[in-house]
């Protein structure tokens, strides 16, 4: 049985692999040379062998027949070649030396065909013979910004300490694209696919012993080996945050998977009690899941529980307070002398030193209102963080808006958590993720989002 070492060292070998071949690359602009175009677009510091029998070249590289034919060695095959045709090309790899092989075609067992199931079954008797790894198939494989690997282009190369593990290829695709709009910065991506041989579990096991990655997103449509996944769960959340978007769980999301992924349903209630054992923090719909990636970056480890809301429209204080009940967030007592200060400053008819504080439109027209208070009501003990929902009421003092937030934030070290208002520029709620200060849509994700935070700790304090 492989040591959980051997394991580490494999697939880390793929995401630090040195040479790429990209088997069945086409000339023209169709879907298999997003591949070729993503490792060029990410700036690859290995070596490139793009592989087509009827080319020459292809964007400038040297284009080989077969794998026999690259004189270096090769770290990592991606293959794009049609299914009928890829069990030939894994039994190149095995005689190349090739490490690991990304399979990018479908036709295997999510067809749900007896011929598909087989052809499955021998690229992985073919490929664990010659001890090499597979990822997929009908999966993109490896994105990793630190080594320049990628199967996308425009996606952000900015490094991080976010691992993603997703059944959905696209999914990833998408989050790679917006990542950097929500300040997320990622360590290690993978697009596992109908895991025929590396699962879910393994990169669980992987992204929990990965010095880079502090914190673990996951889609997943089916659990295969679920003791070892349900260990490797547990094993991952004792260390780092892990939010998982799990699907599958009702007759149509598991009929829709089976056709994806050929993925096995989960049993709602089976998955419950696996939530409260593993300590994974669920998250429903794709909103939830940059929301919960979003915060957990940017939110402290050991979040408390004791919350302050500012906020110049009073209706949305008035449900930021609301959602801060339902999820069990406490609104924070401010102290005497907080409400002292703050009456120094916010003395309008209209406004409120209670907590929520309501700063009212005056707050918008002098924005060093918001800023005062943040600054204010961040140096009470009693507050653990702070809502503030405001804006400016045009684009430059938008711009001025996020910058004074961003100082302010720096300046209390207490974590914000900014909620939109309809007519904000979105460039500059990018500005607040890279400043450190999530953005949501609503103050009810916010909230959310913020009490999932509460939840894992108050999990994890119990397990020691």
Not at 172 to 199: H, P
Not at 337 to 363: K, Q, W
Not at 409 to 415: E, G, S
Request: hydrophobic share 45%.
């Amino acid at each position: 049985m492989q040591s959980i070492q051997d394991l580490i060292a494999q697939i880390d070998g793929l995401f630090h692999a040195r040479s790429v071949a990209v088997v069945g690359v086409p000339r023209g602009m169709k879907t298999g040379r997003v591949f070729l175009t993503a490792l060029l677009d990410q700036g690859y510091s290995g070596k490139i062998y793009p592989i087509n029998p009827l080319a020459k070249e292809i964007d400038g590289l040297k284009t080989y027949q077969r794998l026999a034919d690259i004189p270096d060695p090769v770290d990592l095959a991606i293959v794009l070649v049609p299914h009928q045709k890829t069990l030939d090309v894994i039994r190149q790899c095995v005689a190349k030396g090739v490490k690991g092989a990304v399979l990018f075609t479908a036709g295997f067992k999510e067809t749900g065909t007896k011929e598909g199931a087989a052809l499955e079954a021998s690229l992985v008797r073919v490929a664990r013979a010659g001890g090499m790894r597979l990822i997929g198939p009908n999966g993109m494989g490896l994105y990793c910004p630190k080594t320049g690997l990628a199967f996308f282009p425009q996606v952000s190369r900015d490094p991080g300490s976010v691992g993603i593990i997703s059944h959905s290829g696209s999914l990833t695709n998408i989050l790679g694209m917006i990542a950097g709009q929500k300040g997320i910065r990622f360590s290690k991506v993978i697009s596992s696919g109908n895991e025929c041989d590396l699962t879910a579990a393994d990169f669980l096991t992987y992204l929990c012993n990965d010095p880079d990655t502090d914190l673990i997103g996951a889609y997943i449509e089916g659990i295969k080996k679920a003791p070892y996944f349900f260990d490797a769960l547990r094993q991952a959340a004792l260390k780092k945050p892990v939010i998982m978007w799990k699907v599958g769980l009702t007759s149509e999301g598991a009929r829709a998977s089976a056709s994806h992924t050929g993925a096995m349903a989960s049993a709602p209630n089976i998955w419950q009690g696996v939530l409260q054992q593993t300590g994974v923090i669920p998250v429903v719909g794709f909103e939830a899941l940059v929301d919960a990636l979003m915060g957990f970056s940017m939110l402290p480890s050991n979040p408390g529980n004791r919350m302050a809301i500012i906020s110049g429209p009073g209706g949305l204080a008035v449900s930021a307070a609301e959602a801060c009940g339902r999820e069990k967030i406490r609104l924070a007592d401010l102290l005497p002398e907080t409400r002292t200060e703050l009456a120094r400053l916010i003395s309008d008819p209209g406004t409120s030193l209670l907590n929520p504080i309501d700063v009212s439109l005056s707050a918008h027209f002098d924005l060093d209102i918001f800023f005062q208070s943040v600054r204010i009501v961040a140096a009470d003990t009693g507050v653990s963080a702070i809502i503030v929902i405001g804006c400016g009421l045009s684009p430059e003092t938008n711009k001025i808006y996020a910058e004074g937030l961003i100082r302010a934030y720096r300046d209390c070290k207490k974590p914000i958590l900014a909620v939109k208002i309809p007519g904000f520029d979105l460039k500059y709620a990018e500005q607040l993720c890279r400043g450190g200060i999530p953005f949501f849509d609503s103050a009810e994700r916010a909230v959310h989002t913020y009490a999932l935070a509460v939840r894992y700790r108050n999990w994890l304090k119990k397990q020691y």
